[in-house]
């Protein structure tokens, strides 16, 4: 397995704000990906971080919104950009280590709990 | 597309009680099956998961997930059910058409003493 650690943890920001989540790796992995958790629902996958390319992100996500970075191979932020109440969520960050192939298991994060005033 | 469905949305099972949460997914060919927990205020952790072969598959903490083709479902079970389990639990599905992790859900748990 991996340890992953995400900051914040948490944070409460204004309307309008923009918030960037960092995740950070202890080992080499293969693809990283981040998932949005709206309040008592599922997960959503929101974009895979790919090194040094752009993201490639799922339907009704765009770059604009959510842009991510990943300037190597254990490390990736998300922005949350000009917020509104509706980003209020938990976001994770997943990893599937290195060797591993795109339907290996996925590793989560603790996740950073978002609250939008 | 693939789909996940966990009808359970809460389950409530008393301490030492066996338990099962449902799973059933949509998808053509073979799928790839996970089952996650989620406890309070923490990311998910994977349980167990299938690939191929033996249906029955073990997990962590005494839990194990039985693969019904027929049925279209990855049910999860525990023969007796610890105060520690109370968290949500989450069935996902890997398919390579759309080459992502599609989860259920989700089921609360809730163990009552």
């Known amino acids: 397995s991996a340890v992953i650690s995400q900051k914040p943890s948490r944070d409460i920001c204004q309307r309008g704000t923009s918030l960037t989540i960092q995740c950070q790796v202890d080992?080499?992995?293969?693809?990283m990906f981040w998932y949005r958790q709206q309040p008592g629902q599922s997960l959503t996958l929101i974009a895979t971080a790919n090194q040094g390319s752009e993201a490639t992100y799922e339907s009704g996500f765009v770059i604009d919104k959510f842009p991510i970075s990943r300037p190597n191979l254990t490390f990736s932020t998300l922005t949350v950009s000009n917020m509104s109440p509706e980003d209020s969520s938990i976001y994770l960050c997943?990893?599937?280590?290195?060797?591993?192939?795109?339907?290996?298991?996925?590793?989560f994060g603790p996740g950073t709990r978002l609250t939008v005033l | 597309a693939q789909s996940v469905t966990q009808p359970d949305i809460h389950i409530t099972v008393s301490e030492g009680a066996s338990l099962e949460l449902r799973c059933n997914y949509s998808?053509?060919?073979?799928?790839?099956l996970f089952w996650y927990v989620q406890s309070p205020g923490q990311g998910l952790q994977l349980l167990l998961k299938y690939f191929s072969g033996d249906t029955l598959v073990q997990g962590i903490k005494g839990f194990e997930a039985e693969f019904k083709r027929s049925q279209s479902s990855f049910n999860l079970r525990k023969p007796s059910v610890h105060w520690s389990d109370a968290a949500e639990y989450f069935c996902a599905v890997f398919t390579g058409g759309g080459n992502k992790l599609t989860f259920g859900t989700g089921t609360q748990l809730k163990v009552e003493l």
């Open positions: 080992s080499q992995v293969t693809m």
């Open positions: 997943s990893v599937i280590l290195a060797g591993g192939s795109a339907f290996d298991t996925q590793y």
């Open positions: 998808y053509g060919a073979t799928p790839y």
